[in-house]
Nanobody, 116 residues
């Protein structure tokens, strides 16, 4: 059973920064897709940023502020979040799929709260 474990969430003031980490129990060096999603209270889960093959996708709302990266040696995916806004408040979850026909794996999520 593959596990994804997120960390790095917390309370931050508007304009601040956080870096989220997602560590996988399985190697991510060859993976079909891996990324970050978020769900705010009362809203549907939405894509934040993800790698798929050789491409990277970001939600329009985070472009220029968030950066997704990965360290294959550590089996870890990162999300650097800068210039945070109250509307970025959500539970951020990591998702991974090693093959296009595989079932997605989700982490349990980490809470990010942006408030003064």
């Amino acid at each position: 059973q593959v596990e994804l474990v997120e960390s790095g969430g917390g309370l931050v003031q508007p304009g601040g920064s956080l870096r989220l980490s997602c560590t996988s129990s399985r190697s991510i060096s060859v993976i079909f897709t891996m990324g970050w999603y978020r769900q705010a209270p009362g809203k549907q889960r939405e894509l934040v940023a993800r790698f798929t093959g050789g491409s990277t996708n970001y939600a329009d709302s985070v472009k220029g502020r968030f950066t997704i990266s990965r360290d294959n040696a550590k089996n870890t995916l990162y999300l650097q979040m800068n210039s945070l806004k109250p509307e970025d408040t959500a539970v951020y979850s990591c998702n991974a799929r090693w093959d296009p026909f595989d079932v997605s794996v989700w982490g349990r999520g980490t809470q990010v709260t942006v408030a003064s």
